[in-house]
Nanobody, 116 residues
Framework: QVQLVESGGGLVQPGGSLRLSCSAS????????MGWHRQAPGKQRELVAV????????YADSVKGRFTISRDNAAKNTVYLQMDRLKYEDTAVYLC?????????WGQGTQVTVSS
């Protein structure tokens, strides 16, 4: 069983920045993907950014150049999402996840609201 704990959401004005963090514990081995999805009201859940099992990264087109996913060098089970130049349309619940070979685990989600 894998547990995920997220933090860092909140209210920010357009153009502002937030940093999300997610720490995973439990049965983690090598070659797992870890990253972030988001879900806005009335919309489907979408990928934001992820570290793949080979440590390569993938970003949604809508966040490229504004968001950066990073990993704690000492503890690879912690990832961060630095979100800069936030837009109204970035408002959503951001969910951390870990994808193993046979299972996917999700955090409880953290709300990010971009509003003036």
């Amino acid at each position: 069983q894998v547990q995920l704990v997220e933090s860092g959401g909140g209210l920010v004005q357009p153009g502002g920045s937030l940093r999300l963090s997610c720490s995973a514990s439990g049965m983690l081995f090598t070659n797992y993907a870890m990253g972030w999805h988001r879900q806005a009201p009335g919309k489907q859940r979408e990928l934001v950014a992820v570290f793949r099992g080979d440590d390569s990264t993938i970003y949604a087109d809508s966040v490229k150049g504004r968001f950066t996913i990073s990993r704690d060098n000492a503890a690879k089970n912690t990832v961060y999402l630095q979100m800069d130049r936030l837009k109204y349309e970035d408002t959503a619940v951001y969910l951390c996840y870990v994808r193993l070979a046979l299972s996917t685990y999700w955090g409880q989600g953290t709300q990010v609201t971009v509003s003036s």
